[in-house]
């Protein structure tokens, strides 16, 4: 759907490999993963301030995940070890929402919340829109419950492999999820591009002055 040709997913170890080879890391949440050594949080840590964005998943909030399942305990604790910014839910006015596809919601499997870096206080508003210039515009974090994974999984024919919703709305939902990954992924790779281009009247008279 684009012109991004991207490799095959692949497993990756946080513990010994080197993320700096990897813009985006889809974290899924277990209850019972191990706590990152001082050594990946580290490396997670560099990966976070250098560009790169994890999207957490606890894959919870088709089962009612209001923060107090085990996998959204879980992730607290993973989190704690990480240089996260404030967060709040993703606002209307944010990148994510346009990259490539005009989104609303977010959906994955299940439909819910999803959380993203917080714009500063002191933001400079242009267009009646913050600047995000953190990370070249990108949030480092995306976090949220609705398993996305299981929504994109094709088997060897190219069939769905886990069910979404229920008859055609099911089927629009999965479409959707389609349309959060890819705009994420574009929004990984180009940053504030498309936030700049709602910034262009600013940013011409920024120049000119």
Same mark, same amino acid.
């Given at each position: ?19 700096? /080879?990897?813009?985006?890391? %889809? ?13 990946? %949080? ?9 560009? @790169? ?11 009612? @995940? ?14 704690? @070890? ?18 490539? %596809? ?5 959906? @994955?499997?299940?439909? =819910? ?17 913050? /600047? ?17 994974? +299981? ?25 959707? +999820?389609?349309? /959060? ?11 504030? %591009? ?13 120049? =000119?002055?």
């Amino acid at each position: 759907r684009t012109t991004i040709e991207p490799a095959e997913p692949m497993a990756v170890d946080i513990e010994r490999d080197e993320l700096a /080879f990897f813009p985006f890391l %889809y974290w899924p949440i277990t209850a019972d993963q191990p706590i990152p050594s001082v050594a990946a %949080y580290q490396k997670l840590n560099q990966f976070l301030r250098t560009g @790169g964005m994890i999207l957490f998943d606890t894959r919870d909030a088709g089962f009612g @995940g209001n923060g107090n399942s085990p996998e959204a305990k879980k992730l607290q604790m993973i989190a704690s @070890g990480l240089d996260i910014p404030p967060i709040e839910p993703v606002p209307d006015d944010h990148v994510l929402t346009r990259t490539f %596809y005009l989104l609303q919601d977010f959906p @994955g499997r299940h439909t =819910g919340p999803i959380w993203v870096e917080a714009a500063p206080p002191d933001a400079e508003q242009a267009e009646g829109m913050p /600047f995000r210039n953190l990370n070249d515009g990108v949030t480092p974090v995306v976090i949220g419950g609705n398993d996305w994974a +299981a929504a994109w999984a094709v088997d060897d024919r190219g069939l769905p492999m886990f069910p979404v919703g229920n008859g055609s709305g099911g089927e629009r939902q999965r479409e959707i +999820a389609y349309r /959060f990954g890819i705009n994420l992924v574009m929004h990984v790779l180009t940053g504030n %591009y498309k936030s700049d281009q709602v910034h262009v009247p600013a940013l011409l008279e920024r120049l =000119g002055q």
